[in-house]
């Protein structure tokens, strides 16, 4: 690392049964927006990130980081939004998602 | 509401199995700081937000949000650090924790 700012975390991703019942629930419970939403997933911003709600059988659950060298991780595919990430794994499992800072 | 500011995630907790490998992993792995550990969870800091590891058999995999009236959730139990929450489930059965803003 060439900084000491920390890292950020850009969204979680949850799974959800019935997306649309989760994004009521979400809209009614806090107080947050829907960035996107479609049948197989929506996306939430609150006030310091992002919630992504994910029907499981479509998009798995993850942790989104940016990271200042995401490239060193894997081939980064660049998304519809034009954010460009790839996705590994951490030793427990848990899928991660590095998204490049651009 | 009463406002229209956006309500924050407060922190994310993920399972881990092997707590110290998982720490190690996520201090090399990005730009983030140890707040707190101990041998059943340790909590990171980065620049947004705050993420948990914790072995599920001690705390449960979790997302926490701070809400203005958090108590109208339920009994709030204050904890160590001093933050005040309740715990409670999403409609497809996620762990949400609602924390008081103060």
Redesign the interface.
């Known amino acids: ?1 060439t ?7 850009h969204h ?1 991703a ?5 997306l649309a ?2 994004v009521a ?2 809209m009614h ?5 829907i960035l996107y939403q479609d049948a197989t997933w929506a996306f939430l ?5 992002r ?1 992504a709600l994910v029907i499981p059988e479509q998009h798995p659950a993850h ?1 989104a ?1 940016t ?1 200042p060298e995401a490239d060193s991780f894997g081939t980064l595919k660049t998304h519809r939004d034009g954010t460009r990430s790839t996705y590994i794994n ?3 499992g ?1 899928a991660v998602e590095i998204l490049a800072q651009d």
Chains 1, 2 share one sequence.
């Open positions: 690392m900084t000491t700012a920390l890292d950020s975390i979680v949850i799974p959800v049964n019935d019942e989760a629930w979400y419970t806090f107080s947050c927006k911003e609150f006030a310091n990130i919630l942790i980081f990271h951490d030793p427990a848990n």
